[in-house]
């Protein structure tokens, strides 16, 4: 079944992950030389704090989050670097037990590149980029415990919507209203869901975490509803080729999903193709 398409997508970030056991030895002198190896598609480098480690398990609490994020350590945390291109659309994050490759919509003639053609690829090429300096350093075995893929929308009003208070236009899966006492009436909602994802034999096999929350457009006062979808969860087996099957699994999962919690209203304004 071929998933659905939008000749205009509200889609501004496309988030792509791999996370793997600590690689203990690969520090910041290490990043800064594996950057050498992206820096002729990535000349502009940052440094920012790491990510925590955490695993989607079946148990009614929050994500694990490994011990060692919560133990005290005199030893600084390992940084995560920021290789990112010239447009600055692009961006490739590595950390001593991630790496993270981002598509990002910086301006509104930005057009999205698509999955199949452009950032499957480069996120495959760059990752095993990465796994080759790994082995090439003698670091040890990059052993994959979680991938997590993450598409953020920004819904603008004007076409569609005009107000916070109009989510029904957009969202279908939100009350249009709530019963209460008084002079009440809807101004604008907020909402995070996590949604078990199972496989075909029942098994568990990671989240769906849907998020909507208002805002207004950086330097404008133009409502819009940040709509953010994210599939994780654990491979099959911690190799490159299951990683990239469990990403293509929580691409299709959030793509169809982005397209049946959103109104045929939308749908129109955003031509939905197939």
Not at 17 to 41: R, T
Not at 103 to 115: E, G, I, T
Not at 255 to 272: A, G, I, R, Y
């Amino acid at each position: 079944m071929s998933l659905p398409k939008f000749k205009y997508p509200p889609l501004t970030e496309v988030v792509l992950s791999i996370q793997f056991k600590p690689l203990e030895n690969l520090n910041a002198a290490l990043l800064g030389i594996l950057w050498e190896k992206f820096s002729a598609d990535f000349p502009v480098v940052d440094i920012q704090h790491p990510l925590a480690h955490e695993i989607e398990r079946l148990v009614d609490r929050n994500p694990a989050r490994s011990v060692g994020d919560l133990m005290f350590s005199k030893k600084p945390p390992n940084p995560r670097y920021w290789f990112i291109d010239q447009s600055g659309n692009n961006l490739v994050q590595v950390q001593h037990d991630r790496f993270i490759r981002n598509w990002r919509k910086l301006l509104d003639s930005d057009v999205y590149p698509h999955y199949d053609e452009t950032i499957r690829p480069k996120f495959l090429s760059e990752y095993s980029k990465f796994c080759e300096f790994v082995t090439e350093k003698k670091l040890g075995q990059v052993e994959v415990d979680q991938c997590e893929v993450t598409y953020i929308n920004h819904i603008e009003s004007g076409k569609g919507w005009k107000k916070h208070e109009e989510f029904s236009k957009i969202f279908n899966f939100l009350p249009v209203s709530i019963k209460a006492t008084g002079n009440i009436e809807p101004e604008s909602v907020d909402y995070i869901g996590r949604n078990i994802i199972r496989d075909d034999k029942n098994n568990f096999i990671g989240r769906l975490n849907v998020k909507v929350v208002p805002g207004f457009k950086q330097n404008e006062e133009l409502p819009i509803y940040i709509f953010t979808l994210t599939a994780k969860g654990i491979p099959d087996e911690p190799t490159i080729e299951s990683s990239i099957n469990f990403i293509d699994f929580g691409r299709k999962t959030i793509v169809q999903n982005f397209k049946d919690l959103t109104t045929s209203n939308m749908h129109e304004v955003w031509e939905l193709l197939t």
